[in-house]
Nanobody, 119 residues
Framework: QVQLVESGGGLVQPGGSLRLSCAAS????????MGWYRRAPGKQRELVAR???????NYADSAKGRFTISRDNGKNTVYLVMDSLKPEDTAVYYC?????????????WGQGTQVTISS
């Protein structure tokens, strides 16, 4: 069974930084696009950033210039470095990955990690 495990959330003051990590484990043949999404209180889940296996990235407008997504294919891990954090970045952040396993392709989601930006 393949799963995604996120880490790195927490409470940070405005202007601070956080790094989120998401590691895929289990019977993995390959991983396609990996990404980060978030759901703020009272809002729908939205894309933050995603990265293809070859390293092509795209970001939500709210993340451009402040967040950086990267991945380590050897470790099946995706990272999100968030700088210049704002209170409006407060949300539960979810990792997503398209994973090819022995039984085929699966679109996986992590359990979510809380990010709170507050003074």
């Amino acid at each position: 069974q393949v799963q995604l495990v996120e880490s790195g959330g927490g409470l940070v003051q405005p202007g601070g930084s956080l790094r989120l990590s998401c590691a895929a484990s289990g019977s993995i043949v390959s991983i396609d696009t990996m990404g980060w999404y978030r759901r703020a209180p009272g809002k729908q889940r939205e894309l933050v950033a995603r990265i293809t296996r070859l390293g092509s990235t795209n970001y939500a407008d709210s993340a451009k210039g402040r967040f950086t997504i990267s991945r380590d294919n050897g470790k099946n891990t995706v990272y999100l470095v968030m700088d210049s954090l704002k209170p409006e970045d407060t949300a539960v952040y979810y990792c997503n990955a398209g994973v090819l396993g022995p039984r085929g392709f699966v679109d996986l989601w992590g359990q979510g990690t809380q990010v709170t930006i507050s003074s």
